[in-house]
């Protein structure tokens, strides 16, 4: 089955800029998009399309991808942005998450 | 406002079965393929299954055939997640999520989640 790997976890100083990365085989052929998913909470759509953001979601966040790795950056990070992250990709129709990465602002 | 509100939480002995549902409010159900994704304590995000726009066509996760149906009821609103055979793996929170709509397959993602349902399988 499909997979897509992203670090456990990614540190980062407030202010500062994070990026968390996604791998997998022939990413680079498929669409990429990232949630957020705060404790307790649902996941809320912050990248899709590999690089567009939904209304409402800051333009210090980011998403690009070069070949089969797609990277979600975050700049001047807040504390609110402390949070897991995951990756989304299709699959032969099936959604495929990564297996988040935690974000902590330090 | 688009609005998915989920049943609340269940605990259920192994080999029962659970039916989770997903009020749609703020849309017309039928009009977003509509999918459903757990996620077991400390674990993953994992996508289920879903149904189609338009029709009741479904597609499962291969890891849920055979135990896993998902419907909907026009007239309510609602969508239905019904899991059985269940076991101490499946303890996790249910979400339900809608499809964007106006893209491919492959180009689409979930734009609005239900706020999770929590299933306990416990003897």
């Known amino acids: 089955s499909y997979e897509l790997t992203q670090p456990p976890s990614v540190s980062v100083s407030l202010g500062q800029t994070a990026s968390i990365t996604c791998s997998g085989d022939k990413l680079g052929n498929k669409y990429v998009c990232w949630y957020q998913q705060k404790s307790g909470q649902s996941p809320v759509v912050v990248i899709y399309?590999?690089?567009k953001r939904p209304s409402g979601i800051p333009e210090r966040i980011s998403g690009s991808k070069s070949g089969n790795t797609a990277t979600l950056t975050i700049s001047g990070t807040q504390a609110m942005d402390e949070a897991d992250y995951y990756c989304q990709a299709w699959d032969s129709s099936t959604a495929v998450f990564g297996g988040g990465t935690k974000l902590t602002v330090l | 406002q688009v609005q998915l509100v989920q049943s609340g939480a269940e605990v259920k002995r192994p080999g029962a079965s659970v039916k989770v549902s997903c009020k749609a409010s703020?849309?017309?159900?039928?009009?977003?393929?509509l999918h459903w994704v757990r996620q077991a304590p400390g674990q993953r995000l994992e996508w289920m299954g879903w149904?189609?726009?338009?029709?009741?066509?479904?597609k499962y996760s291969l890891k849920f055939q055979g135990r896993l149906t998902i419907t909907r009821d026009t007239s309510a609103s609602t969508a239905y997640m019904e899991l059985s055979s269940l076991r101490s793996q499946d303890t996790a929170v249910y979400y339900c999520?809608?499809?964007?709509?106006?893209?491919?397959?492959?180009?689409?993602?979930?734009?609005?989640w239900g706020q999770g349902t929590l299933v306990t399988v416990s003897s």
């Open positions: 703020g849309y017309t159900l039928t009009d977003f393929a």
């Open positions: 999520a809608r499809e964007a709509s106006g893209w491919s397959q492959q180009a689409t993602y979930f734009d609005h």
């Open positions: 149904i189609k726009a338009g029709n009741d066509n479904t």
């Open positions: 399309q590999n690089n």
